[in-house]
Structure formats: C-alpha cells, structure tokens
C-alpha cells in the first residue's frame, strides 16, 4: 500500500509538471493548451474527493493514535491539503472563463497558478519527508489493510474511467519524467 501511496505521490508530481510548462508558456506572453490545462485540474480534482480524502482521513486518525508526537505535523499536513481544493475550484473556474472566451488578466492567472502549485509541491514534499516515513514506522499490517479498505468501492474502475476520460493528458503523461518536488 505504501508503494501505491507514493506512485500516486510520483503522479501527481507529473500532473503539477504539466501544470507548471503550461504556467511558463503564461508567462512568456504565449497561449498554453487551456483544454489540457482543464483536463489536469479536473482530474487532480476527481482524484482528491475519490481518492486522496479517504486515505488522508485513514492515515491522520492512525497517526494520532499511532504517534501521537507527530501531531502537529499530522494537522498541519490535513489543513495544508485541505487548503488546495478552493485554490484549484478557482483555478477551475478561471480555466472555464478562459475556454468561453471571457476576458480575464493573464497575469493574475498565471500568479494564481503559480502560488498553486508551490503550495501542492510543498504538500507533496511534506508527503514525501514526513507522512511516509511515519507510515512506514508506525503502521501495522492490519493498519495497510485498513488503509487499502479506505478506498471507495470501485475505485479502480473510476481511475480506469478517469483515464479513459483525459486521453490528451495521458498523451502528454506517456514518458514524462517525475519531476523531484
């Protein structure tokens, strides 16, 4: 389980990459593909209620019964992720004004994203250096287990859909390097 939790962490970093050539693109003065850019954020978002919620509620509960020491970090890592959602609902948002043609200032736009994806590379980073290895020491086998139950029913057919869904985001995905965060 915890090889999946940081291939999900290696993912995710591919997604913000993504991102991150589009907000380059931004602020050369040039148009990025606003589609994919759609694309991306609509999965991170599908991903974050069907996927990260679940686990991130299984993992801080364990911890603080686990590691009670470790609580400040565990907190802190919840509200931190907690913290990305409407920054990407307004993301979202700006993107679907983008695609009807509505003027908005790109620079703003390329802020908001900017200040966005620093904000879940220091989560992913927190992830990486914190999270997993307290995972790691503190978890039980049954603990895993838990965690692997954690996941909504038919999970694995909604990725499968999700991918189904973004195939111009597993284009641009096919092969891309992860990205250190």
């Known amino acids: 389980m915890l090889n999946q939790l940081r291939l999900d962490h290696a993912n995710m970093a591919r997604l913000l990459h993504v991102l991150q050539l589009k907000q380059k693109t931004l602020v050369l003065g040039e148009r990025p ?3 994919l850019m759609r694309e991306v954020v609509d999965y991170i978002l599908s991903y974050m209620d069907g996927f990260a919620a679940p686990l991130e509620r299984v993992c801080v509960e364990r911890l603080k019964t686990q590691a009670p020491e470790h609580l400040a970090l565990t907190d802190q890592m919840a509200n931190d992720y907690r913290e990305l959602k409407p920054r990407l609902l307004r993301l979202s948002n700006d993107i679907d004004m983008i695609l009807m ?4 200032p790109m620079d703003r736009f390329a ?11 220091a989560y992913l980073r927190h992830e990486r250096e914190g999270l997993f290895p307290l995972i790691d020491e503190h978890f039980s086998p049954d603990d895993m287990e838990e965690l692997r139950q954690a996941l ?7 990725l499968e859909r999700l991918q189904e869904a973004y195939p111009e985001l597993y284009a641009e995905l096919r092969g891309a390097e992860v ?3």
């Open 101 to 104: 043609d509505n003027v908005l």
């Open 111 to 121: 802020d908001d994203l900017k200040a966005y994806l620093e904000a879940h590379r």
């Open 179 to 181: 990205p250190a965060v």
């Open 152 to 158: 909504p029913e038919g999970a694995e057919k909604e």
């Open 33 to 35: 593909n606003f589609q």
